[in-house]
């Protein structure tokens, strides 16, 4: 099975912390959450694979196909963003974000946003072919 790379901060080491949870078997995934572990200068955010057994207990309220459709945040209030919203949430949040502050914050835009999110979140295991996939050939299931 593809596992996340050490450096990538689990919820129980950094209790409090936002916990993005994402696809944990999808090497395209792990490289856009290996950009936040950097973007993330405040060392606020933690990271859980939607494989993760604990995962369901954190959200026991969202399916594995809605975990599987996008990343999600969730708060240690317990609010959710999924998708475009964490995208939205994790700018404001994220100081190395702050480009991505106007155009998500602008009215009337966010269907768009979430549009384009799920185009790539459908695609990301085509968008890394040339690479080899996970040991369990959970690329190629999804292609």
């Known amino acids: 099975m593809f596992t996340a790379t050490p450096q990538l901060v689990d919820p129980r080491d950094r209790p409090g912390a936002d916990i993005v949870i994402w696809d944990g078997k999808c090497k395209f995934c792990l490289q856009q959450v290996q950009r936040l572990r950097r973007w993330d200068s405040g060392d606020s955010l933690a990271y859980l694979s939607l494989h993760d057994s604990r995962t369901a207990t954190l959200c026991p309220d969202l ?50 946003w979430r549009w384009l999110y799920r185009q790539v979140a459908r695609r990301r295991y085509r968008l890394l072919q040339n690479q080899d996939c996970d040991e369990g050939g959970t690329c190629h299931l999804h292609q």
């Open 63 to 112: 399916s594995f196909q809605q975990l599987m459709d996008q990343m999600w945040v969730v708060t240690p209030t317990g609010d959710k963003f999924g998708g475009a919203d964490a995208v939205r949430y994790l700018s404001r949040k994220l100081p190395l974000l702050w480009w991505l502050r106007l155009p998500m914050h602008v009215p009337g835009l966010m269907p768009l």
